[in-house]
């Protein structure tokens, strides 16, 4: 899944991307208000972590503009300030969550997990797609109970699929959401993804939309 990271600390955003890119995120870092803006207002992300002391636009006033335009995307503040009063101003303009420099990655971590889950109607942090379990505080995956390897590549796919199992996800989509802009690949890498998913998790698990993309078939918990 793609996240956008908007910080101008180049050494906490260092560090955040780094952790984010081995949690299997393709990070988007922008270091000012306006370029975070724009990359925001344009592009798709699962989440944002925005920080509010950015030059150019601050964070909040990035926050309003994505808001007021419709961009629902969910949205983790980060502020070196802790008072409550700029957390409630957060808040109503639409902050999902928020996070005081300075904070332990496995918190900003966690904390990304729930807004995406919540983000996507999901309660509980482990999903269930008919037999199928998966677990994004392990990065693991149960068929049946049983423990299924799946690539790191593979893993992305199935859970961008799961997050989104109300609607067709596009191949077009999948390959923004899982490579990063650089990344060499072949022309049909979601078609070969999609074929080794079915192999290890059954051919009944993602239908294929003639037209449309793909989508996770069942019941999802």
């Known amino acids: 899944m793609r996240l956008l990271l908007v910080e101008d600390d180049r050494l906490i955003a260092r560090n ?36 509010l002391g950015l030059p150019g636009m601050d964070g909040l006033s990035v926050l309003k503009r994505w808001r007021s335009g419709g961009r629902a995307m969910p949205v983790l503040i980060l502020t070196a300030r802790g008072n409550w009063q700029e957390r409630v101003e957060g808040i109503d303009a639409g902050a999902d969550d ?9 918190e900003l971590l966690a904390r990304l997990r729930a807004i995406i889950r919540r983000s996507c109607g999901q309660s509980t942090p482990v999903m269930m797609i ?27 796919c199935l859970v961008h699929l799961a997050h989104n199992r109300q609607r067709n996800v596009s191949q077009a989509e999948l390959t923004e959401q899982l490579y ?6 072949e022309s049909n890498s979601v078609e070969v993804l999609i074929g080794r998913l079915r192999r290890k998790l059954g051919r009944e698990i993602i239908e294929t939309r003639r037209g449309y993309g793909y989508r996770i078939a069942g019941d999802a918990g």
């Open 16 to 51: 955040v991307i780094a952790h984010l890119e081995r949690e299997g995120f393709v990070v988007t870092h922008e270091t000012d208000g306006e370029c975070g803006w724009f990359t925001g207002d344009s592009e798709e992300f699962a989440a944002v972590v925005l920080d």
């Open 98 to 106: 928020y996070l005081t420099k300075p904070f332990q990655v496995p």
């Open 130 to 156: 008919g037999s199928i379990e998966i677990d994004p505080r392990t990065k693991s995956v149960k068929r049946e109970g049983l423990p299924v390897s799946l690539t790191p590549l593979e893993y992305r």
């Open 180 to 185: 990063a802009q650089d990344f060499e690949r």
